[in-house]
């Protein structure tokens, strides 16, 4: 008798062990349908007690416990990553975990185009989804006191690198200005470091304007150090630079794709053909490649450039007047 007790006593505690495990189970596996989408929030130190109450508060998963369970036996209850997870609409608490356990939050890639002036770096950030615009009500002024304790200029133009950055997706967009800003300013010191001796311009932020202009001017890697030089050039006689891209900043938005003569007869202090010596900020954000021309022009005397117009992106160097009026003649007038 007492044999048959203890043995229902053994397949009662059976029968309750495997009914717990198949809906622990069923709980850890069985997909919960939330109707959308739902995007996690791990903020730096949180674990994953913090992080399973969120989740259930939200009604995201069937039962907080056993998430909190599933991540302690896999390892991942202390070893959060910091960082914004998406979760599609239908989703298991397994899969949860299992995401959670990459360490690997969704990033967002945002693409600074080189040549871009400082405006429309904001405009590219400004319409990047999935980012927090903590900056989009600032102005320029106000953003670069927030990434700079002491920056080189009060203008913020050109003090930012162009390049792809990746961050976590729902954090704020300060920190793409921040890492931009970061990496200019080691850039132009390297190239301030490596520059060459008897430059006309004597500080760092002079070589960044310099540079600015190479950008704007050529993108063909063979032209940079000669355009380069013809600046160079000019700036050593005191001859006007005469480019017509920082005309065109200095017309902010009353260009629309045309310089007309009255344009680069009206004096702005931008307008290299009314004003001698660089113009008082980049116009840009120049590359590297452009930094590294502004450092070391080639040993040229051209004096004069224009564009072949031939698809290449070269342009005709010349060392006088006369021959650069008949490289006008050959290239842009086709006689």
Known sequence: MKNTHRNR???SFICLVFLCTVVYAGLLFIPKNNGEPYRLSVKKGQGI???SHQLAQENQIFNRWVLVSAAYAVGVHDRLRSGSYLFPARVSTWQMVQRLRQNNPDTIRVQIIEGMNFTQMRRVVNQTEGIRHDTRAMSD???LKKVATNPLAEHAEGLFFPDSYEIDAESSDLQIFQAAYNAMQRELNAAWED???NLPYTTPYELLIMASLIEKETAHEEDRRDVAAV??????IKMRLQTDPTVIYGMGNAYKGKIRRADLQRDTPYNT???HGLPPTPIALPSRAALAAAAAPSDSQYLYFVSRMD???KSQFSHTL???NAAVRKYILKK
């Open 322 to 324: 006369d021959e650069h």
């Open 273 to 275: 053909y009314t004003r």
């Open 49 to 51: 007690s913090a992080v």
């Open 141 to 143: 002024a106000e953003l």
């Open 195 to 197: 520059r060459q001796t």
């Open 231 to 236: 600046f160079r050039n000019r700036l050593a």
């Open 9 to 11: 006593l053994i397949l």
């Open 311 to 313: 698809g290449t992106g």
